[in-house]
């Protein structure tokens, strides 16, 4: 029995409820204030039941046969209006000639127009029609809210998490094999900068596995994780590589996406830096133009054909840009001459 219920939709538990409520309330009052009740008043409120069930189950029918529910607000309250008025006067015309077929009307009412019980019946209903059609659209809408709102949690946990992956990404293995093999060198030649080398290894390794923990940090943090990078890898570059930064102090505590920056400057290092015999400079730029924080980082190289701009570092960095910021934040790529890229990004203050 309980397994059978279950199985009983919303909506029929809302038309159950919602006659029965009705013939709860119209047999209180007439109980209440009639000094008689008469079985044809009972009849009749039976026979609105039935037709109620089963007009509005049609019209039910029609609103998703139409598909109101997916058109414009508006359109869908002109619908609104139309379908009640329409059903109001049909289930009057329906009610009023059933009345006369099974004689359920009484000496005082068989004395009244047509017209009058028409008009009388049309506007009781189109207030019983408007109340079930107004649940039933804020219903749906409630429902379509809440569906937006799942999906968009979906979206951003599936966003998240391709951040989350685009982070551990960052430090891939190639660039730890080159770090230890950097790091092997440099124990029996230069031990003190070897320890030193392992401990901006340990910090890179470290906050890569904390980012996904935090959604923004300090611009001078992100640095301090760069600038750890960089010094392995200059170890392996050597004098091919030359470092500059050109930083306005005011920028230093502006909120970043974590390993962003770190992104940006691997991809300068892969792409430009390392396909290079003879090197280059990767440049670290970060100013305040005018509403945005301008970060770039400009490196010796050229995008070419070849140069996957869609690539897994790149589309993660666009991603976590429109997570934080929707569309007001803008990333680009370019070359700005025939021997510097520049990797930019411009985030809302």
């Known amino acids: 029995m309980i397994s059978w219920v279950k199985k009983i939709r919303p909506y029929w538990w809302c ?12 047999l ?33 029918w029609v ?22 008025i329409s059903f109001a006067l049909l289930i009057a015309i329906i009610l009023n000639l059933s009345y006369i077929q099974f004689h359920l009307l009484d000496k005082e009412e068989l004395k009244l127009s047509f017209g009058r019980r028409f008009t009388a019946a049309s506007v009781n209903l189109f207030f019983i029609l408007m109340l079930w059609n107004l649940i039933y659209f804020i219903y749906h809408y409630a429902t379509r809210v809440r569906n937006q709102q799942i999906e968009s949690l979906k979206t951003e946990a599936l966003i998240r998490d391709l951040q989350l992956q685009t982070i551990k990404s960052h430090i891939n293995p190639h660039f730890i094999f080159n770090a230890l093999n950097s790091i092997r060198a440099l124990i029996d030649e230069n031990p003190s900068r070897a320890r030193q ?46 470092v500059s930064y050109d930083l306005e102090e005011e920028t230093m505590e502006r909120p970043v996406p974590p390993m962003m920056l770190q992104t940006l400057v691997e991809n300068a290092i892969k792409h430009g830096i390392g396909k290079s015999m003879k ?71």
């Open 15 to 26: 038309q159950i409820l919602g006659w029965s409520a009705y013939l709860g309330v119209n």
């Open 28 to 60: 209180f009052f007439a109980f209440t204030f009639r000094e008689t009740v008469n079985p044809s008043y009972v009849y009749r409120i039976l026979v609105v039941i039935f037709m109620g069930i089963s007009m509005t189950h049609f019209m039910r």
């Open 63 to 84: 609103i998703i046969r139409w598909d109101i529910l997916s058109k414009s607000f508006e359109k869908q309250i002109g619908y609104f209006f139309l379908i009640t």
């Open 279 to 349: 090197g280059g400079q990767v440049t670290i730029v970060s100013h305040l133009e005018d509403k945005f924080h301008y970060i770039g980082v400009i490196n010796t190289g050229q995008i070419s054909g070849v140069y996957n701009e869609g690539g897994f570092g790149i589309a993660g960095t666009k991603n976590r840009l429109k997570l934080m910021f929707g569309d007001r934040a803008v990333f680009s790529l370019r070359n700005i001459d025939s021997e510097h890229v520049e990797a930019a990004v411009r985030m809302p203050l």
């Open 197 to 242: 080398a392992i401990t901006e290894l340990s910090n890179i390794l470290r906050n890569s596995m904390l980012a996904d923990k935090v959604e923004t940090v300090s611009l001078s943090k992100e640095l301090s994780i760069v600038k750890d990078y960089l010094a392995l890898e200059e170890i392996r570059f050597e004098e091919r590589l030359i």
